[in-house]
């Protein structure tokens, strides 16, 4: 107590020993960080089952809300503890990047002179890196939100939400920024720790920057036609079927 006071007049604790507690919220937002991006590749192949059609998409909700253990319409509760499981890892996430923002002009112009004098690409990435964080702080919650107050999921009602008022825009703007954060932080959390630096990591480091713009291709190619093909489903449904059985939800379908 009295080294942490101290601390907070000097800088410095009494014995002259640094905090660690930096260090242990750097591990912390790391462990969030993969565990947010090891899912995004999970959830966007999941999304991705659209392109196989909407009883593809619907089985794979059908598995994850654990349906085949009971038909009742509960189950779909499964998703909102999901979803908000990863709101508040995305919340811990969130508040440690923040602490690593330029928050005042010195700050800023400290961080300029630092991105020019060393004209690095990963001080680049860094960048990009906390501008996508920014823009998924808003757009990341209100689609957990979004998620974990549905009434069920399923393709149809998907396809209505990225129809309707424009939404495709939303998650346009989304996949940008989460395709390149999470690629960039990944990329990063490697250099970072080490993970696969070997006998060479210079080597290592050109290796890995190729494989996460490969990813991030990858996956921003698979979310722009999933997004499309959930815009079709939207568009002919939006045509052909009246708007109260075009909410019907997965669970309700199959009751029928
Ligand atoms: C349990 C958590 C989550 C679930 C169940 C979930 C589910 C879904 C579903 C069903 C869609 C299709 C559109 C819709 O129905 O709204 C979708 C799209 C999307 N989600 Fe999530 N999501 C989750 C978490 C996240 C997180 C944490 C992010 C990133 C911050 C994210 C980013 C996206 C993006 C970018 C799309 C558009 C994908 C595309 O281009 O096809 N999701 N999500």
Redesign the pocket.
Known sequence: MVNTTIEGYLGKRADCKKSRLPAKLDLIQSGTGLF?GL??WA??LF??TILLGKDAFNTVVHIMELRFLSSSPYMTYA?TV??CG?LII?FVHAALGMRKMPINWRQWRLYRGHATRMNHGDTSLWWIQACTGFI?FFL?SA??I??ATSDG?SAD??SQ??FTHLMWLF?LV??FS?ELHGGIGLYRLCMKWGWFDGANPKETRAKLKKAKWVISVFFLVL??L??AA?LKIGYYNFNNIDGNSWQTSAYTMEAK
């Open positions: 947010l899912f995004m959830h966007m999304v991705a998703t999901v979803a990863v995305f998924m990341g689609h957990l979004i998620i999921l009602m998907s939400r990225v998650y989304l996949l989460v979310g722009l999933s997004l959930f």
